[in-house]
């Protein structure tokens, strides 16, 4: 089993609101873990692969409107556009951050 945690920063993420359109800057972290799959062997010994992610925080570090204006972040502010941007996109961006793992496959099945 392969777990880490990933961190990584996002400049001028767009997001829109009732209309209106934001540039987000934060630090999102998250948890991950892969266990590769057995599929060779008794029946009761294989199973599937198994991987996921989950985001631990995001941290809004500033916010502009389309006039390059700065938005004044308060503890509602920041849990609002916290909101904003945790999206599916998100996910898929710290996931592929992660980056392709290395195969430590052996060629040994008889485990």
């Known amino acids: ?39 060779s062997g008794p029946p009761e010994d294989c199973y599937e692969a198994d991987e996921g992610i989950e985001i631990d925080s995001i941290d809004i570090t500033s916010v502009k409107d389309t006039l390059d204006f700065s938005i004044m972040l308060d503890a509602r502010s920041r849990k609002f556009f916290t909101m904003l941007v945790e999206t599916d996109e998100l996910t898929t961006a710290l996931w592929e951050a992660i980056g392709p793992e290395e195969d430590d496959y052996d060629g040994d099945d008889t485990e």
């Open 1 to 39: 089993m392969t777990k880490g945690i990933i961190a990584r920063d996002f400049e001028a993420v767009e997001v829109t609101h009732e209309g209106v359109q934001y540039f987000v800057d934060f630090t999102a972290s998250a948890s991950y873990w892969s266990t590769p799959g057995k599929f």
